[in-house]
T-cell receptor, first 112, second 114 residues
Framework: EPEVTQTPSHQVTQMGQEVILRCVPI?????FYWYRQILGQKVEFLVS????????KSEIFDDQFSVERPDGSNFTLKIRSTKLEDSAMYFC??????????FGEGSWLTVV | KQEVTQIPAALSVPEGENLVLNCSFT??????LQWFRQDPGKGLTSLLL?????REQTSGRLNASLDKSSGRSTLYIAASQPGDSATYLC?????????????FGQGTTLQVKP
């Protein structure tokens, strides 16, 4: 079964450093998302991406965050200057035109 | 603003028992509702999706119902097994943005004891 793949599975970074989380969505999917889950809290929407542009972003997704789909297969989330409170599991997700959404295994980010 | 709540936060049952997980949402104008399973440290696996026009969906031992007017959904698990132990998340697409954005509950962590 096709799946969404994410790398790295776990990254530890110093506060203030830039981080790029990578995702390969399912190949024929058109809608792409990033969500995050702080330990013990709800899964929260960050951003949605369609037709090579951001279609919606949450209040969390401030100027420190950006997304790109550089080559038609990868979908990246960049955090420019990480803060301690950015420590979370980050999930990439994708879907076709239907409603079923497929999530990756997540990238666990620890900011120290 | 849509809020999704799941009760109970945790549940422990003996193997073989039938059980019900509850999800409630504050705004009944939803587009669809999905139930996910999350194993510790893992991603989310979609279990069932109910469109706003549907009342229930079934997959194997799982049955999800939707009552939009009361803002509730239930996930029924029949004949529970230890392998069902996981966190179950309910998520709503309220269609407000047309982007498929999901709003999640906090989950119910289920333990099925052999």
């Amino acid at each position: 079964e096709p799946e969404v793949t994410q790398t790295p599975s776990h990254q530890v970074t110093q506060m203030g450093q830039e981080v790029i989380l990578r995702c390969v969505p399912i190949s024929n999917h058109l809608y792409f998302y990033w969500y995050r889950q702080i330990l013990g809290q709800k899964v929260e929407f960050l951003v949605s991406f369609y037709n090579n542009e951001i279609s919606e972003k949450s209040e969390i997704f401030d100027d420190q965050f950006s997304v790109e789909r550089p080559d038609g297969s990868n979908f990246t989330l960049k955090i420019r200057s990480t803060k301690l409170e950015d420590s979370a599991m980050y999930f990439c997700a994708s879907r076709q035109t239907g409603n079923t959404i497929y999530f990756g295994e997540g990238s666990w980010l620890t900011v120290v | 603003k849509q809020e999704v709540t799941q009760i109970p936060a945790a549940l422990s049952v003996p193997e073989g028992e039938n059980l019900v997980l509850n999800c409630s949402f504050t705004d009944s104008a939803i587009y669809n509702l999905q139930w996910f399973r999350q194993d510790p440290g893992k991603g989310l696996t979609s279990l069932l999706l109910i469109q706003s026009s549907q009342r229930e969906q079934t997959s194997g031992r799982l049955n999800a119902s939707l009552d939009k007017s009361s803002g509730r959904s239930t996930l029924y698990i029949a004949a529970s097994q230890p392998g069902d132990s996981a966190t179950y998340l309910c998520a709503v697409d309220d269609g407000s943005s047309n982007t498929g954005k999901l709003i999640f509950g906090q989950g119910t962590t289920l333990q099925v004891k052999p």
